[in-house]
């Protein structure tokens, strides 16, 4: 009798925690990821990146976990009008000289944690991996309710050479001149999830 209860009681709780904590996948589709890259001096250039997939765990009021896969080949460019100067940037960003997309063909954001949510507004941490280099993320995370979907959009920068994406770095290269770009690279994030 005594093990009935028990075995009841452990049942119970392997539910109760299931349900608690709830998985949300990542509409890959509605997702938006927008990059910008700057120049020390001149225009600088912004284009999207698609979503491969992804998806976060829900705990209560916070991220428990979550990983996210980008896809690099489909980096693009918005700024550039010409075509033939779109098409040569583009493929200088899959080149080795930036992300190296033959080689390393996807990114990864693997979510270890975050703050409860206050207001709408929640602290998340991670790890970002881009060409097999991977170190902490930080970002600040903010959700809403849109029909039967959760949006969560956030702002996350990384510094591109502690990828090895050394182009126009000047932690890697002197006497760059005009030619130099930052090392941060900004990304506006808006993850779909239901």
Partial sequence: MKKA????????????LINAQQRYEADPVSTVIEWKGE??????HVGTINLKSGWLHIEGNAITAGE??????????TDIKDENAK?????????DDFFGVDKYPFSRLVITGASA????????RGNLTIKEATHPAEFTARVMKEGD??????????DRSLYNVRFGSGKFF????????????HLDVKLVVD
């Fill in 39 to 44: 120049k020390i001096i001149g225009s600088d």
């Fill in 149 to 158: 979907s959760h949006v969560y959009t956030a702002q996350i920068t990384f």
């Fill in 87 to 95: 098409r040569r940037l583009e493929g200088h960003l899959r080149s």
């Fill in 5 to 16: 209860g028990i075995i009841l009681l452990v049942s119970f709780l392997t539910i109760t």
């Fill in 117 to 124: 949510f206050t207001e709408g507004t929640s602290t998340v």
């Fill in 68 to 77: 996210f896969i980008i896809d690099m080949n489909s980096i693009n460019n």
């Fill in 174 to 185: 002197s006497n760059l001149g005009d030619n130099a770009i930052r090392d941060e690279i």
